[in-house]
């Protein structure tokens, strides 16, 4: 009986929808009313259409709410920007089932979104394709840990944030090797590699995947199991939109000590900066797997009110261990940097992953479960790799260009360990053994449009001073910090040029994954692994 009032209120949901739609300019309406029949006639569980289906003509502030809450890069939400037809919000896997199908009958292009930190807004903005809607998969966020057997069921929605709160909630002596920002969307972010600050001890959060349940492009629902091998290799590390639908990863819990150590020591370049910063680069990826120290790079005051600047150097440490061991370690390993003890938080995993993701010492662990995004600016990104430490000479030229930009930030996360010890083909994420230490470069602006031509020439030109101190034949550069810069599909551009340099090796075996699993590209994007090459 229950059942049946829930059909009936979803069917006298979908009618007054569809009234709502029939004022909509005919091909507008045409196109929505087609997909939520579609929708209705292909999924099995009901659905409530006024918080789960947003138009710009029939909801236009919960439209613009359900585009834009999880959006990090300003630069894609401008006016001038392409819009979605809609923007469907599934409740259960069914649902993302019947929204596939529907967009390949209706010939329909899907964006798909767990958690929008998508670089260059792949996740929510279409340039290749005129009509495209977006499947978001935020209210997807069941999370099912099971200490017994030392796994988790992580759905696509939620965020890392989320999980790390749940495993806790469980286990003060379980973690899980995956992001420093909180509000990532699983399903992307592992779909993509997944770094983390315990990546040096247990790799990456796709190396700690053990099954993913997948809605192909027939809209069928995959496991391990059914979707081969070929197929669950390609999605851990193969980057977002080229192969399915994530719906949930079934991932491996790791052991954390009950005290992590955190700290943050920073160094300006009148506190001998520089040649500390070269020596962190002779020894970060080779200190103990327990310890990583990433170096966050920026312009500061000289100063306090000075507007004389200088360059800030902060090493950002977790320590799966006391502070007395710390201390050892870093006596014997990185003297240079003169940490002290006084420097040093001893605290719980959970609370040093906050520490590290920026929340405030007071908040609780239940912050992580808000989800949204602290980081929301215009802003640029590009990634490169070191294999041979930059000399001093080259760091010196780079504080230049870093003091003639407004907000440049370059953050430098250490490898080796774990990273160092498992094949660059194991899975398609290929920066392993060999790479000292990974780069990600931003600058950051608030008048959009206005100045966006002069930031975007200055990251060009910084990238192309850098040319000469980082990886080379391919510049490799990694998946999750999308960089249109390095070629787009569609574009009369070799895939090879971009997909050589986020893959390597692996990325004529995930073409040919992709040729057989996804042969007519229904999952596509600018940079998606293509079917075929030139």
Known sequence: MASAIITNANAFLVTLLLLSLSHIPFSSSTIQQDFVMCLVDNSDASFPMDSSFFTRDLNASSYK?????SAQNLRYLMPSNPKPEFIFEPLYETHVQAAVVCAKKLQLHLRLRSGGHDYE????????????????????????????????????????????????????????????????????????????SMMRKFGLGADNVLDARIVDADGKILNR????????????????????????????????????????????????GTRILYKWQQVADKLDEDLFIRAIIQPASKAPKSKERTISVSYQGQFLGDANRLMQVMQRSFPQLGLMKKDCVETSWIKSVMYIAGFPSTAPPEALLDGKSLFKNYFKAKSDYVEEAIPIEGLEGLWKKLL????????WNPYGGMMAKIPETETPFPHRSG???????????????????????WMRDMYSYMEQYVSKSPRAAYVNYRDLDLGMN?????????????????????VKIKAKFDPENFFRHEQSIPTGLE
């Not at 602006?445 to 206005?450: F, N, P, S």
């Not at 971009?498 to 090796?505: E, I, P």
Request: glycine residues 12%.
């Open 435 to 457: 790479t000292l230490f990974k780069i990600q470069w931003l600058t950051l602006w608030q008048d959009g449009k206005a100045s966006e031509a002069k930031h975007m020439e």
């Open 121 to 196: 807004g792949l996740s929510y903005v279409s340039e290749m394709e005129t009509a495209f809607v977006i499947v978001d998969l935020s209210k997807l966020r069941h999370i099912n840990v099971d200490l017994e057997s030392n796994t988790a069921w992580v759905h696509a929605g939620a965020s890392i944030g989320e999980v790390y709160y749940r495993i806790q909630e469980k286990s003060k002596v379980h973690g899980f090797p995956a992001g420093l920002c909180t509000s990532l969307g699983i399903g992307g972010h592992i779909i993509g590699g997944a770094y983390g």
């Open 65 to 69: 709410m359900a585009l834009e809450t």
């Open 225 to 272: 199991a059914a979707m081969g091998e070929d197929v669950f290799w390609a999605i851990r590390g193969g980057g977002g939109g080229s192969f399915g639908v994530i719906l949930a990863w079934k991932i491996k819990l790791v052991p954390v000590p009950e005290t992590v150590t955190v700290f943050t020591v920073t160094k300006t370049l009148e506190q001998d």
């Open 490 to 510: 569609g574009k009369e551009s070799d895939a090879r040029e971009w997909g050589n340099k986020y893959f390597k090796g692996n990325f004529e075996r995930l």
């Open 404 to 411: 003639e930009e407004d907000s440049p930030l370059t953050i």
